[in-house]
């Protein structure tokens, strides 16, 4: 027997999606953020219980306990470290993340610690478990989500109050897998900023449920209180033999690298930051498909990416290593050159390996002839101009989430040949679930424990290569987001370094 995690309400088509996930988890991450008490309406924390042990096995036991006999979503987790300190550190940090936490199979070395938390932490037998835990389980039964009203954000909080956030936990006969682990601080969700570990978990529970619809992999929401990289390494390393796999997820820039390559040299299990890879495997898909509509050569481009975060600095990196020549990367100063001095470590490398004609200026400036314009910024930043001034057949990937950089329609006017945006009304959806559910999937099938570079391209050139040729127009370079076969595809990708 085992535990799955899997959604209490399924994505069917893209207004499921947007409800569940993006955009309308957003109205649930800021309901949090204005009151935390309300999480345990928007999420499953009401219910779910974080059991806790020195051996993985035993905490499975007693978490398959739970749920068999008083329904619990308890989620098993193994300690590596039998040290009060440390145990401490491990349930004050994930307390966004359950309604409860049991420590009873590690009774004896938890004597003695005050645990500074707001919910209950079992160390020893009380008579009655279930007012002990106060764990409660909705049920709510709705079986056309098109007939909830209000805008997408009041149907998103609507749903996640009826059946108390968007996963639970199964009882399963098949053999246990340790699920997937989305691991966040809550510094940079969506894009709402640095929101906090409470606020981040609705966005959590989303992308386990896209684990599991496009994957059919059980992944565990995790929302970590410590901010601080040092701290928040050491405590993911505490718990990480409690998981198959870790996706990073909304880590704000630069910070995000540094925890991701520390965690890959620390763990043995594949570490992968969505966010950043992610978005790149499926712009680059995008790229090799564009390229092909429009019959230019990567290696002859010019390309200008307005944004130097996670997003824009692996994007760039991968178009790098694809064999993009000419790449200009844009802060909000402008581009980045040679002859600048940056602080932040990602801005410092890009400088060095970008703009190789060292081109200065704004991003109005420096966007004159070029082949293709790829946006991870902010709202808003082109005109029709900007447009104009690009080159022939112009490639605009203009991918701001909710308002892009350049409304696809004031593309077009302005000449561009193709557009993408990272949004399900518009043609060309840009979606990262494209990729990580393919990537994790593969990982785990071929029990690759860490991913390079030349198999994130292999997976880009997958997906490119699931639009077929005679299928492949302007306005179709990228598979649907809700492409079933979609993971199998990219999947392959992880075998073909």
Do not use: W
Not at 4 to 9: A, D, L, N, S
Not at 24 to 47: F, Q
Request: glycine share 6%.
């Amino acid at each position: 027997m085992g535990i799955k995690i899997v959604p209490k309400v399924q994505v069917k088509d893209k207004h499921s999606l947007a409800v569940i996930y993006t955009p309308g988890v957003a109205a649930a991450c800021m309901e949090i953020k204005k009151d935390s008490r309300t999480s345990y309406d928007y999420t499953n924390r009401e219910n779910t219980v974080g059991v806790f042990g020195f051996e993985y096995e035993k905490a499975l036991k007693r978490a398959e306990f739970l749920k068999t006999t008083l329904g619990i979503d308890a989620i098993p987790f193994e300690i590596q470290s039998d040290k009060q300190e440390d145990i401490k550190l491990v349930a004050e940090n994930l307390e966004p993340s359950f309604g409860a936490i049991d420590l009873s199979e590690i009774e004896e070395f938890t004597e003695g610690i005050n645990f500074e938390v707001k919910i209950p932490v079992l160390t020893k037998p009380v008579k009655d478990l279930k007012e002990f835990f106060l764990c409660i389980s909705k049920n709510a039964i709705i079986s056309d989500l098109n007939k909830l009203k209000g805008t997408i954000q009041e149907q998103s909080l609507t749903l996640r109050k009826m059946f108390g956030g968007a996963i639970e936990t199964v009882l399963t006969k098949e053999n246990h897998i340790k699920p997937i682990g989305i691991i966040t601080e809550g510094s940079a969700v969506l894009g709402l900023g640095n929101i906090g570990a409470e606020a981040a978990l609705p966005v959590m529970e989303g992308k386990s449920v896209l684990f599991n619809k496009f994957a059919g992999l059980s992944a565990v929401p995790i929302c970590i209180k410590e901010q601080n990289p040092d701290k928040f390494v050491k405590i993911v390393e505490l718990i990480s033999k409690s998981f198959s796999a870790i996706n990073l997820e909304d880590i704000a820039s630069p910070l995000c690298f540094q925890i991701e390559k520390e965690l890959n040299d620390k763990l043995e299990i594949p570490v992968f930051h969505d966010d950043a890879h992610g978005t790149s495997i499926v712009v680059l898909a995008g790229i090799y498909n564009a390229l092909k509509v429009t019959g230019k050569n990567i290696e002859k481009i010019k390309t200008v990416i307005s944004g130097a975060g996670a997003a824009g600095y692996t994007i760039s990196k991968l178009l790098l290593e694809a064999g993009m020549k000419n790449i200009i990367v844009c802060d909000r100063e402008g581009a980045l050159t040679k002859d600048n001095k940056y602080v932040k470590p990602n801005q410092i490398e890009l400088s060095k390996i970008t703009n190789p004609n060292n081109e200065k200026g704004t991003l109005k400036e420096v966007i004159k002839n070029a082949d293709v314009f790829i946006g991870v910024s902010a709202p808003n930043l082109l005109d029709e101009r900007d447009i104009k001034n690009m080159a022939e057949d112009a490639i605009v990937f203009a991918l701001a989430n909710p308002i892009p950089e350049i409304m696809p329609d004031i593309a077009k006017k302005g000449g561009a040949r193709i557009v993408a945006t990272g949004r399900s009304d518009f043609t060309n959806q840009i979606n990262n679930c494209l990729a990580f559910p393919g990537v994790f999937k593969g990982l785990l099938k071929y029990k690759v424990n860490k991913i390079t570079t030349k198999m994130k391209i292999s997976c880009a050139k997958e997906l490119a290569n699931s639009v077929s040729q005679g299928d492949l127009t302007e306005d179709f370079i990228i598979p649907d987001s809700l492409e079933q076969k979609i993971a199998d595809t990219v999947a392959k990708g992880i075998n073909k370094e």
